[in-house]
């Protein structure tokens, strides 16, 4: 079975400090792996996705995230938080066997961005 | 690039009528659709998968008969809640995947759309 845990429903942080919203995943085989923002009221934007190669990704805005196959983990980092950083986050995964694509989403980590 | 839209935004309607909710990929072929239903403060439940030309796959406790998919071209899939009731009010997300190029693998989703039945 697939699934992704977000441990935290919620992060704080101080502009200008690092953050790290966390994932872990469960899947056979090797996974592709995604990270997505959600604003109030909208869609969610694609941020970054791992699909092979080296294990840290640089996607939109600033973020990357480094996938780690041993601790079975995909964290999502930025140096420096913005204020408008502040929003929800969902790291999804999806087993490469997997013929119609269904990414498995975790619950989603709040984040938000003191000024 | 890689552009979904949904019509409409948002949707008022009274108990008992139907709702069409359209996707559309913009810049991009998508060979398969995703309907999600989204709950307040909740994560996304994928309601179906839909494949250009070919029925849609629901997933486990979703009514097909009240959720109509429709994916009738590389570019624009359907959802139709038929006889909507109150308790079908939600936000309802589609994405869309292509499996060329570089957007290989990735869904990209479009922005929502936030109905309300009265």
């Known amino acids: 079975a697939q699934s992704v845990a977000q441990p935290e429903d919620q992060v704080n942080v101080a502009e200008g400090n690092p953050l790290t919203v966390k994932c872990t995943y469960s899947v ?3 996974p592709y792996l995604f990270w997505y923002v959600q604003y109030p009221n909208r ?3 694609f941020l ?3 699909i092979t190669g080296d294990n840290l ?4 805005y600033g973020f990357e995230a480094e996938f780690n196959k041993s601790q079975t983990s ?3 980092k930025k140096p420096s938080a913005l204020v408008s950083d502040s929003a929800l986050y969902f790291c999804a995964v999806r087993g490469r066997g997997s013929t119609l ?4 989403f975790g619950r989603g980590t709040q984040l938000t961005v003191w000024p | 690039g890689a552009v979904v839209s949904q ?3 948002w949707v008022i309607c009274k108990s008992g009528t139907s709702v069409k909710i359209e996707c559309r990929s913009l810049d991009f072929q998508a060979t398969t659709m995703f309907w999600y239903r989204q709950f307040p403060k909740q994560s996304l439940m994928l309601m179906a998968t839909s494949n250009e030309g070919s029925k849609a796959t629901y997933e486990q406790g979703v009514e097909k008969d009240k959720f109509l998919i429709n994916h009738a071209s590389l570019t624009l899939s359907t959802l139709t809640v038929t006889s909507a009731h109150p308790e079908d009010s939600s936000f309802y997300i589609c994405s869309a995947q292509s499996t060329s190029g570089g957007r290989g693998e990735t869904q990209y ?3 929502g759309t936030r109905l309300l039945v009265l």
């Open chain 1, 28 to 30: 056979s085989g090797n």
């Open chain 1, 43 to 45: 869609g969610l934007q």
């Open chain 1, 48 to 50: 970054l996705k791992y």
């Open chain 1, 57 to 60: 990704v640089k996607g939109s």
């Open chain 1, 74 to 76: 995909f964290h999502l």
């Open chain 1, 101 to 104: 694509g269904r990414l498995y």
């Open chain 2, 7 to 9: 019509h409409p935004s």
């Open chain 2, 109 to 111: 989703f479009g922005p």
